[in-house]
């Protein structure tokens, strides 16, 4: 009740600027204004604008002004906003196929995870997403998550023996440290920082724009580029939204939508050089060199325990087949 509340008084906010448009799609994004996947959306807002002579206008509401991702998930689903922005790890309970997007080392370089979301495998995933009421109009860039510590540069899996490292609340990450020879341990994020600081960890996993934003280059100056997860992040559009649009305006919003993904992946990709200068700036040492291969080999047991069914084996072989 308490979201529904705030996305009611967010709508009446922006009766002004639904004013001048026949079509008014209101979005939802819970990073700030500015952000890659905030601008993303943006751009495709202006060009459906342009290509309807502003009769079709997109809002966006960022800073989850709208509510938490799992919300207004929900609330699109059900059509009480119209668009969502969001990572697949929060449709895991929802389009359960994603699931399986959540492996590590399930993609071998950000070009490989881009080239499996815009082919025939982007286009299944779509589909099962139709099955819970929601159209994905396109996939984004969420970044690649790297190891992160205090003590040493990690040059092979034989550098996380005995490191502990904080990973989120999520059985997949906890096993996958244990196929590495590292300790696991869960923490929220607010407390990383201190705790690298005063040793109850050696390190943590994210993507570069978090590790700078954090200041955990400042505790932890070693950074191993080994891209364990890219969990890809979507705009999803409510079927009863879609389905209310002409074919000519589902079009429109189709290629711009298209378009907005190579926008917001080149701005993701300018936020990661400035956070990469920023960070050894500040005393970082990356190591960018590494054989993935025996990390990869190492998660056999997490793959024999989260792939179980032939249908996210078989999703697994064809994403690695892709080239």
Not at 264 to 269: E, F, G, S
Request: proline residues 5%; aromatic residues 8%.
């Amino acid at each position: 009740m308490k979201f529904l509340t705030t996305t009611f008084a967010a709508l009446l906010a922006s009766a002004s600027f639904a004013a001048a448009c026949e079509v008014t799609l209101r979005s939802s994004d819970t990073h700030p204004d500015g952000y890659p996947t905030v601008e993303g959306v943006k751009a495709m807002a202006e060009e459906v604008r342009e290509k309807t002579e502003g009769r079709v206008c997109i809002e966006v509401f960022p800073s989850a002004q709208l509510g938490e991702e799992r919300d207004t998930i929900e609330q699109t689903q059900f059509g009480v906003i119209d668009m969502v922005r969001a990572s697949f790890g929060t449709f895991n309970d929802i389009v359960p196929v994603t699931q399986t997007f959540s492996l590590p080392y399930l993609f071998r370089n950000v070009d490989h995870m881009h080239a499996v979301m815009d082919g025939p495998i982007g286009e299944e995933i779509g589909a099962a997403f139709e099955e819970r009421d929601l159209v994905v109009l396109a996939y984004y860039d969420g970044g690649a998550r790297s190891f992160y510590n205090s003590q040493r540069p990690i040059n092979s899996i034989e550098d996380l023996a005995g490191l502990k490292i904080r990973v989120i609340q999520n059985d997949v990450f906890v096993d996958m440290m244990d196929a590495l020879g590292a300790t696991a341990t869960p923490m929220p994020y607010g407390e990383v920082y201190s705790a690298i600081q005063t040793g109850v960890i050696d390190g943590a996993e994210n993507n570069y724009p978090s590790y700078d934003s954090s200041g955990h280059a400042e505790v932890a100056k070693y950074y191993t580029l080994d891209e364990h997860l890219m969990v890809p992040e979507l705009v999803a559009m409510s079927k009863t939204s879609w389905d209310a649009l002409s074919p000519e305006d589902q079009t429109v919003i189709r290629e711009a939508a298209r378009n907005s993904s190579t926008t917001q992946r080149q701005l993701w990709a300018e936020a990661e050089a400035a956070s990469e200068e920023s960070v050894i700036a500040a005393g970082a040492e990356i190591v960018r060199d590494i054989d993935k291969q025996p990390f990869i080999d190492a998660m056999g047991p997490v793959y024999e325990k989260y792939a179980t069914s032939p249908e996210a084996q078989d999703l697994v072989e064809r994403i690695r087949a892709t080239q």
